[in-house]
């Protein structure tokens, strides 16, 4: 199952870098596409059982049945409620430990776990005012800030170094918690560096390589980087 999802990973990415049809929609499926495979049935599952649900919903994703991947992921999601009763001690350590490595969100979503805000807020007028004082107008930079030169054109030819060897490598310096597909820098190593996976890894590693390539040196519609770049 592993080396199957991986191999889907690598496909949709080369659905962008190879400009098909679905180039505008490649990177969004991958953001779709990779926690919706490996969200966790419960808490407490273990490899196994982990294991068995990323083949089921494999096979739904090639069957094109996304309803049914849906209906199962807000299902687990209605399941996942939030303990009050954590000891204060324990927040500590592992907000400490968070930190340590590199996963601030997922540090400060723990400072915050026993709220009761959830998701999007209404767009009242207090929330509207609130949001626009957070974000000014914008006011023309001051003149000592600008650089009067013109940058030169990066030859292409630099972005040729960025192959799978390199993607390799970097991914083992990595740490941090996740971006828009909410796998964390652990999870990334263990996907693209783990030898278990074979020769699964090595195309993926390829496909990554292909598309840094293809973002430095080619026209990108804004509309196909869109999740890629959320929050950026």
């Keep these: 199952a592993g ?6 990973v690598a496909r949709l990415l080369y659905l962008f870098t190879d400009g098909t049809a679905w180039s505008e929609l ?4 991958v953001h779709v596409f990779v926690p919706l495979m490996l969200q966790k049935p419960s ?4 490899a196994k059982n982990n294991a068995k649900f990323l083949t089921k919903r494999l096979a739904l994703w090639s069957e094109g049945d996304l309803q049914g991947l849906m209906d199962e992921a807000r299902e687990i999601q209605a399941r996942l409620i939030q303990s009050s009763k954590k000891k204060e001690i324990s927040c500590h350590v592992a907000f400490t430990r968070l930190m340590l490595q590199g996963q601030v969100g997922k540090a400060i979503r723990l400072i915050d ?17 609130v949001l626009e004082a957070k974000h000014p107008d914008g006011k023309p930079a001051p003149s000592q800030l600008k650089l009067d030169i013109d940058a030169p054109e990066p030859q292409p030819v630099i972005f040729e170094q960025i192959d799978a060897q390199l993607v390799c490598k970097v991914a083992k310096t990595l740490h941090g918690s996740g971006g828009p597909t909410l796998v964390d820098a652990e999870g990334w190593k263990h996907i693209l560096c783990c030898k278990s996976y074979g020769k699964a890894s090595e195309k993926l590693c390829e496909a990554i390589a292909e598309l840094a390539k293809s973002i430095s040196t080619k026209h990108v519609s804004p509309t196909a980087l869109e999740e890629l770049l959320a929050c950026r």
């Design 3 to 8: 080396i199957h999802f991986i191999n889907e």
């Design 26 to 29: 490649a990177l969004s499926m």
């Design 43 to 46: 808490v407490n599952s273990k």
């Design 113 to 129: 776990n026993n709220s009761d805000v959830r998701g999007v807020h209404k767009l009242t007028r207090n929330v509207r005012t």
